[in-house]
């Protein structure tokens, strides 16, 4: 295979200093994930920088601390075999390579001397699995096992293993693949997605938490619709707000249908999505017609009514941050705000009810 050598993705001084640290203690040494990606997408140099050693990765951290020029910390977090080592320009997370599946959350053992190939195995997309040398022999080699870089050109997002096994060693990844569809336009492929649906309900044994955080990267999507399509079409959306899923559908007496509330309600998202970049506002939208589900009623007389939905919405949003372990302070009084003034179009259509005016109530 071509031989494919990248130094100037590693040009940056913290590099040849990691590699000299690796080489001093006799371990290799490689940039992995996220960097890597991002940099073939030219998407801007990452901050954050995953190292993978093919040995202690936390002796590598303390290593690299010791030759930076400027003093530095090294803050091990021994239950989980990784070092973080903060420069003015990075945060370096060190990792030793692995056999086992990397997850900073996993309740695997951590079974450290793997090879580097074992380690990429272990990881969740081709994109995310790539990596650059930093060995003196071969440095700026890009280490690409699993053809990453023919998936980041065909935009698709695709495991490594076989997908059923990638998401049981770390249930989160469906919706992480989700949260990467959506944020890089790429495409989940054909068996990555049949697993997740499969395996959807295996989401429920991970933490509230980490679900907030995938979930508010989709919210913050130039197009958020994209993920929470994804989310509901592969089941996993009812298992943590299954308050959105229960709009969803349209019913009909009599000749008289409502709109689908859960499509309607992702028009709303995408909309705000173009005037702002506020979390709250999104969450605002999303949750706007929430109570619609449980006070809907359909009378001869009037058709299908919504009564007083605003008020049960806003009750809803409470228990609905609670059960999430989402914030319970402004940033929930905010939300509530909305939905129950959401049956005002103007004052939330209207332009005084974008960033600025945002930034007074939140
Ligand atoms: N990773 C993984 N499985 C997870 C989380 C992370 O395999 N559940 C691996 C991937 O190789 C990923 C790397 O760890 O690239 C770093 O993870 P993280 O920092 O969460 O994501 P990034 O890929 O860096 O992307 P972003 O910063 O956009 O989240």
């Known amino acids: 295979m071509e031989q494919l050598q990248f130094k100037d993705a590693i040009s940056h001084p ?9 080489a001093a203690i006799g371990v290799d040494a490689y940039v992995i994930g996220g960097f890597v990606r991002d940099y073939f997408l030219k998407r801007g140099a990452k901050q954050d920088i995953d190292i993978v050693a093919v040995g202690s990765g936390i002796e590598l951290a303390q290593k690299v601390a010791k030759l930076l020029p400027q003093s530095t910390k090294v803050s091990v977090f021994k239950t989980y075999g990784t070092a973080m080592v903060k420069t003015d320009d990075f945060e370096l997370e ?4 692995r056999k086992e599946s990397y997850t900073r959350d ?28 930093l060995n003196p022999e071969n440095y700026g080699l890009l280490v690409d096992p699993f053809n990453g870089i023919a998936d980041l050109e065909k935009k698709i997002i695709k ?14 990844r469906m919706m992480r ?9 790429f495409r989940i492929n054909d068996d990555s997605f049949h697993s997740i649906k499969n395996n959807a309900s295996r989401i429920k044994i991970i933490t509230n938490e980490r679900i907030i955080t995938e ?7 130039n197009e958020p619709s994209h993920g929470f399509i ?10 943590f707000l299954p308050e959105l899923t229960a709009l969803k559908g349209i019913e009909e007496v009599e000749g008289q249908k409502h709109k689908d509330n859960f499509y309607h309600t992702l028009e709303v998202v995408d909309n705000i999505s173009r005037k702002t970049d506020n979390l709250w506002l999104r969450w605002a939208a999303l949750l706007h017609d929430i109570g619609k589900a449980p006070t809907k009623k359909f009378s001869k007389k009037v058709g299908w009514t919504f009564h ?16 999430l372990k989402m914030p319970l302070n402004d940033k929930m009084k905010f939300v509530q705000l909305m939905v129950r003034m959401s049956s005002r179009p103007i004052a939330v259509i209207d332009e005084s009810a974008t960033d600025s005016a945002v930034r007074r109530l939140v």
């Open 14 to 22: 913290v590099f040849k200093t990691i590699s000299e640290a690796a």
């Open 215 to 221: 979930l508010n990267k989709i919210m913050m999507c």
């Open 159 to 172: 495991t490594p293993l076989a997908p059923d096994v990638t998401y049981s060693d770390d249930p989160l």
């Open 94 to 97: 060190f990792v030793g390579a």
């Open 308 to 323: 007083g939905h605003e008020f049960k919405g806003a009750k809803m949003v409470y228990h609905l941050f609670k059960r």
């Open 230 to 239: 994804l989310l509901e079409k592969t089941g996993l959306l009812s298992y």
């Open 177 to 185: 693949a989700i949260r990467f569809a959506a944020q890089l336009n």
């Open 106 to 133: 996993s309740r695997n053992p951590i079974v450290e001397d793997g090879t580097l190939e074992d380690d990429q195995n272990r990881r969740d997309f081709t994109i995310n699995a790539m990596a650059f040398s």
